[in-house]
Each structure stands twice: as C-alpha cells, then as structure tokens.
C-alpha cells in the first residue's frame, strides 16, 4: 500500500470508529457480547463433537459435506464437484463463469489461482471485491467488510474505467451502476456460486450468511452452491449462530444488522403439489460445505474465538501505518498475523510480521471477543525463538548485551 492508501484508510478507519463505539456500548449490545463471548468459548472446547454433529445434521438436511485436512484437500474437493456438475450438464468448458461472494477461507485456499488455472472465471460479486479484482496489481483487501477502504472514489474511477473501457466521472453511483450491470450480466451465464459463511449451526445444519448489497443471495441461488468455512465457524444452535452475525455486523460495520441475513439449511425444494416433495424451485438445486481444517484443530483456543468482524485493525497502531502489509492473506492485522502460524506454519507468520506487533494490547481491547492476540503473539514469538526465527537486530542487542554488557 502506498502513502495515499494508507491515509484514505485512516480517515475511512477513523469514520467507523466513531459509528462503533455509541452502538457497541449500549446495553442491549454489552448483553449479546456476553451471550457471544459463552458461545465462542464453548464452541471451541467442543469442536470436535460439533463437527460430528454438523456431519448428521447436513445429511438429514440434504446437504452434502466434507471435511477438507488442508489447503490442498479442499481445493481438490472443489475442482471433483465442479467438473462432475460441469460433465451431468454438458456446461461449455470454455465458458465457465463462478460467482463468487467475500470469504476469508476462499481466499487462505487460494481459490483466485485454483480457477484460473482452470480457465474457470470468477465474478466477485461484492463491490469492494470486484474493484480489488479489476485492480491490476496489489490487490489484497485492508478490512474484512470494506475491502476496498484504502482507495478513493477517484482511483476507483481509474480502475473501473481502464478495466471496463468507460469514461466515468468520480461519483460512487455512477461507478457502483456500471459494476452492477457488468457484474449482472455475466452472472446470467453462471450456474455455479462459491461462498463462505459467517457462522454455522451444528444442530440445525444451517448456514449463517450475512451481506448488505444482496449478492450472497444470488450467489446462493446458482444450481450448484459450494460454501467453505473454517471448522470454527461451528457453534450449537441457530439462535447462537445468529446472535454471533448480529454482532459481528455491530463490529464491522457500526450498524445494529446487516440488509440480509441468509439462513441456508438445504436445498431449494417445495411440497406445494399433493405435499409431493420437488426439489430445484428457485434456489440452489445443490448445496455443498467444505469444512476447513488447514492447522485450525492445533492453533490456541483463543485465536479461534475471533467473529471476524475486523474492528481489532481499526485500533491497531501498527496496522495504520503499514496497513494490510501486516496479516497474511485476508487475516488481517495482529490476529491475522498469530493466524497466519497455524494456517502456514512459522516462516509465514515471520514474514506477516509477528515480530512487528507493539503488543500494545488495543487490538485485546477493542475486540468483541475479548481475543488475547497481544498474549497469543508473544507466546508464538517465544516458539519461533526456540525455533531460531527471529529479527537479527534482536539477535545482536542479545549478544552484544552478553558480550559487552551493553545493548550498543
Ligand atoms: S480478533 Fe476480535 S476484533 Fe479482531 S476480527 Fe476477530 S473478533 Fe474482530
């Protein structure tokens, strides 16, 4: 990110803050952090038996799943059910477009590289995604809910208007009219919807998804829908699962709900002929999760309690002045960073800046969750040290403080 980027950020940043801290300290809102902080305590300590339970809960409700170990698991469970969907329909092979909503976990498995070395095409469908994929370089997103919050409404204009071939002036309608349509018209010819999910209800078999601009609602009507999610997304009850988008959605986005709330327990089906259950009305005619793994069942307890809401980068001080530099892929931030060992291991979480971490703490303070990631990020430092990944400059103050009694 350049100079110009991380400033639009801060002031972006800055606005949000203002939006979060009346909402986020009303009593209603200090009652259902309580009720989330229980949920996703208790679902991680009991992971293991949702998952089993999640297994039952999708058959019985007709979704098929799989449990993905890794990155690489996942995507070739992926690539198999797109090309048995694209072979029972005799889809041109030349024209395979995805539509695609926002997801963290898509991301971490690479899916961009996936489909393009398939020549399938992904049509982001969120607009901060889409203006990030017609972005030429340095496409990375700087929060989870405003990919695109680094940029202002002129180098949007730029962007849109190179890749589109448009003369558009710098106005947010203009720009978010001309997307929509280009974003309409080529999900007309897709039949197939990929996205992830904000949480996921074991004894319902249900999926929670939330969005503002409608497209996860597209997204999940397409024929076939896959939906990837982190095994800690799992939690009990769909009042839990609802209770955790609601208030991710106060901590992203400094609003009380989101315009959609999308509750996915099946495929689209109806019974109004003689009750005579027919399948494929409107919406999807098949569902399919992909539960994530890839290093989660062996990270710290408390690095999974994280919501994903992103409000910990809002009050980073080391996040305003690098911005997305420090995090690994979409996890962003401090947290991000500590994510980053599980998923890919201690070289990744060196190079997306465990030891640039203040471990101020603000980050423990702002989060609805309560995550200890400035206690997570010195206890993963101190297994890198043992390792021997550490900063050289640190390397050297030790030694000469051995040598020379002194740091210099
Ligand atoms: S660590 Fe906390 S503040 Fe940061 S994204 Fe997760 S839930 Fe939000």
């Known amino acids: 990110m350049n100079n110009d980027e991380i400033k639009s950020m801060r002031k972006v940043f800055n606005n949000l803050k203002d939006k979060i ?9 200090k009652k259902l952090q309580e009720r989330v902080i229980d949920i996703r305590r208790n679902a991680i300590v009991n992971n293991k038996e949702l998952i089993s339970t999640v297994q039952e809960s999708f058959k019985s409700n007709d979704i098929d799943c799989f449990l993905a170990n890794d990155e690489l698991d996942a995507q070739n469970i992926i690539l198999d059910i797109i090309s048995k969907e694209i072979s029972e329909n005799n889809y041109d092979l030349d024209n395979i477009k995805i539509a695609k909503s926002k997801s963290n976990t898509l991301r971490e498995i690479g899916i961009h590289e996936l489909f393009a070395a398939k020549n399938y095409e992904i049509i982001e469908t969120d607009l901060g995604d889409r203006i990030l994929q017609l972005k030429k370089e340095d496409n990375n997103p700087v929060h989870p809910t405003g990919p695109a919050s680094h940029l202002t ?5 730029d962007i849109i208007n190179e890749s589109m071939n448009l003369n558009l002036p710098p106005e947010p309608r203009h720009i978010m009219e001309a997307v929509r349509e280009d974003v309409l018209n080529l999900l007309s010819e ?40 982190g095994i ?25 709900t989101t315009s959609y709330m999308n509750v996915i327990s099946g495929p ?100 609805p969750v309560l995550t200890p990631t400035n206690e997570i990020i010195e206890s993963i430092r101190s297994d890198l040290n043992d390792n021997g990944i550490y900063m050289n400059e640190h390397k050297n103050i030790k030694d000469n403080i051995e040598n020379n009694n002194s740091p210099y």
Request: charged share 20%; glycine share 10%.
């Open 190 to 229: 897709s039949n197939i919807g990929i996205s992830g999910a904000n949480s996921i209800a074991a004894n319902d078999g249900s999926l929670v998804l939330i969005h503002n601009e409608g497209n996860i609602s597209i997204v999940s009507s397409k024929k076939l829908h896959i939906i990837v999610a």
């Open 21 to 29: 801290g009346p909402l986020a300290n009303s009593p209603e809102v």
């Open 268 to 367: 689209s089906k109806t019974a109004d002929i003689e009750k005579k259950l027919l399948k494929n009305m409107y919406g999807a005619e098949k569902v399919v999760v992909i539960l994530l793994d890839n290093g989660r069942s062996e990270a710290i307890n408390e690095c999974l309690w994280c919501i994903g809401c992103g409000n910990c980068i809002v009050s980073c001080p080391v996040y305003s002045i690098l911005g997305n530099e420090f995090g690994y892929s979409s996890y962003l931030g401090g947290r991000g960073v500590a994510m980053s060992k599980f998923l890919k291991g201690d070289k990744t979480s060196f190079d997306s800046g465990i030891y640039k971490c203040t471990l101020c703490g603000n980050c423990t303070k702002n989060c």
């Open 232 to 256: 800690d997304k799992l939690v009990p009850d769909l009042e839990d699962a609802i209770s955790i988008a609601k208030l991710e959605t106060v901590y992203a986005t400094g609003k009380a």
């Open 153 to 157: 409404v002129y180098d949007i204009a």
